[in-house]
């Protein structure tokens, strides 16, 4: 226990109309931060590795490292892969043992998507691994058509042709830190949720793209060095919509880092008799900790939806 895959995870979220935070990671000490503020709010969660921060981490070691840092949490956590561009780093994820992967074919058209998908399916499942699929495009802030929304009936013929285990959707979410255009104001398709719903009524859906990227995260982080303009974010009463219906992880990536980021900064600027990293590492390691903590308890509604069970310890 407690490094499991998301399958039952994301079911017990969609049933109980919840989500499963997950969190981009650079460092252990953002691996002890999202760990120890899932383990206080008695919150599942998952530890999401890029193509490139896996590379930055060691690739190999990465399940011994986290095991080392988690020997005293006792709420399921999973580690992922994001984003994964082809079925190569997939396997090479699996066989180093991480319980979950992306495997991102929206790039290629549905047929070669849903072939590469199936293909990662196979070979995960066989080895207790959990798959995430992606259907729709994501960075797509300047497309004014709306193709690359996420088609219901496709999502649906994807899910059945895949076998995928969760399935990342777009419907109005995006990377970084301008999510919307200068003025526009920000919305999400909630119907393309709803009819997803419709087809699909027990099936956990993705949102990736997900962060707040907050004003006083963006000030603090431009305060000492930074140089972010015309960040806008998703508004967090729409998440909770989202979640209401059939999202039940939410990918996090941006809030994190600028929390944890800013509050480097801020050490580094303030701390000017120190050389020791863990003096201007700790504050940052607290800050992001507070994020996954007030994410948790105030957005996707996981906290205490683990119980206590010190046998597990």
Same mark, same amino acid.
């Given at each position: 226990m407690p490094l499991v895959n998301t399958i039952e995870m994301l079911k017990e979220a969609n049933r109980h109309h919840y989500a499963v935070g997950c969190f981009n $990671?650079?460092?252990l000490a953002m691996v002890q931060a999202v760990l120890c503020a899932a383990e206080a709010s008695r919150s599942p969660v998952?530890?999401?590795f890029s193509a490139g921060s896996r590379e930055f981490m060691h690739p190999g070691?990465?399940?011994?490292l986290i095991e080392t840092v988690?020997?005293?949490i006792t709420i399921p956590y999973a580690i992922h892969l994001d984003h994964g561009k082809s079925f190569e780093i997939c396997r090479a994820c699996i066989d180093e043992g991480f319980t979950s992967v992306?495997?991102?074919g929206s790039a290629h058209s549905f047929e070669e998507n849903v072939a590469i998908t199936?293909? $990662?399916?196979?070979?995960?499942h066989a080895r207790g691994v959990a798959v995430e699929g992606e259907l729709g495009g994501l960075d797509a802030i300047d497309k004014n058509d709306g193709s690359h929304f996420t088609n219901p009936e496709q999502a649906k013929e994807f899910v059945l042709r895949t076998g995928v285990d969760s399935l990342a959707v777009s419907a109005g979410t995006g990377h970084g830190t301008q999510k919307f255009r200068p003025g526009e104001i920000p919305s999400l398709r909630l119907d393309i949720l709803k009819a997803i719903k419709e087809l699909l009524p027990d099936f956990p859906l993705v949102f990736h793209g997900s962060s707040s990227v907050p004003n006083d995260l963006v000030a603090q982080f431009n305060r000492y060095g930074g140089q972010l303009q015309g960040a806008v974010g998703i508004p967090e009463e729409l998440l909770k919509e989202a979640i209401a219906i059939n999202v039940s992880k939410i990918n996090i990536g941006t809030d994190f880092r600028l929390a944890y980021v800013g509050a480097l900064r801020k050490?580094?600027?303030?701390?000017?008799?120190?050389y020791e990293p863990r003096h201007f590492l700790a504050p940052a390691r607290t800050a992001a900790q507070k994020l996954v903590s007030d994410k948790i308890?105030?957005?996707?509604m996981s906290a205490n939806r683990v119980e206590t069970n010190k046998s597990n310890h």
């Open positions: $990671v650079d460092s998952i530890l999401s070691n990465l399940k011994a988690a020997q005293d992306m495997i991102d199936k293909d $990662v399916c196979a070979y995960a050490s580094l600027a303030e701390i000017v008799d120190r308890n105030r957005v996707f």
